[in-house]
T-cell receptor
Framework: DAKTTQPNSMESNEEEPVHLPCNHS???????IHWYRQLPSQGPEYVIH???SNVNNRMASLAIAEDRKSSTLILHRATLRDAAVYYC??????????FGQGTRLTINP | DGGITQSPKYLFRKEGQNVTLSCEQN?????MYWYRQDPGQGLRLIYY???????QKGDIAEGYSVSREKKESFPLTVTSAQKNPTAFYLC?????????FGPGTRLTVL
């Protein structure tokens, strides 16, 4: 499974944008980039995913580098409810998601 | 509402006992999964099933067993052979590249 690298933790302030980076230098041409987040004592929830082009949805935006070796999850205006562990995962439609350690995001009021 | 339900939310077990964790989904998804999460760690795959009556071992299957007799149900049995069963267990299903997770069961072995 292709590996991703994320910072262990990040901190931001409420109502400010947050940029969560992910490196995936061994990504293959068919790997999709997925982002999930997990609030304390809950199951992970889907945030966004993409292949090559930047993607937007109501939760976040995903910016993918032109060489696809890195990507950034953008929360445009963080709230306290966005405090969670964010996982960047590569998957090509295979049978399993492989989770790394993720980035623990803290939001300061 | 469509989704995944897991029961119970908290489960206590004496050492040496088998215990079965329930997972039900009404999303009509073929694929289902069981993950284990230890404190401060990411999720690790225990078993997965792509279709009824078929399942495969994940990365940490030892000491666990599953069945998939119905599309909507994928129970996980934690056997006495599992050396360190205390953990948070998550069930998931997937379709078209998206995964949906249940709320989890926290198992504690006393």
């Amino acid at each position: 499974d292709a590996k991703t690298t994320q910072p262990n933790s990040m901190e931001s302030n409420e109502e400010e944008p947050v940029h969560l980076p992910c490196n995936h230098s061994t990504i293959s041409g068919t790997d999709y980039i997925h982002w999930y987040r997990q609030l304390p004592s809950q199951g992970p929830e889907y945030v966004i995913h993409g292949l090559t082009s930047n993607v937007n949805n109501r939760m976040a935006s995903l910016a993918i580098a032109e060489d696809r070796k890195s990507s950034t999850l953008i929360l445009h205006r963080a709230t306290l409810r966005d405090a969670a562990v964010y996982y960047c995962i590569l998957n090509w439609g295979a049978q399993k998601l492989v989770f790394g350690q993720g980035t623990r995001l803290t939001i300061n009021p | 509402d469509g989704g995944i339900t897991q029961s119970p939310k908290y489960l206590f077990r004496k050492e040496g006992q088998n215990v079965t964790l329930s997972c039900e989904q009404n999303l009509n998804h073929d694929a289902m999964y069981w993950y284990r999460q230890d404190p401060g760690q990411g999720l690790r795959l225990i078993y997965y099933s792509q279709i009824v009556n078929d399942f495969q071992k994940g990365d940490i299957a030892e000491g666990y067993s599953v069945s998939r007799e119905k599309k909507e149900s994928f129970p996980l049995t934690v056997t006495s052979a599992q050396k360190n069963p205390t953990a948070f267990y998550l069930c998931a299903s997937s379709i078209a590249g998206r995964w949906f997770f249940g709320p989890g069961t926290r198992l504690t072995v006393l």
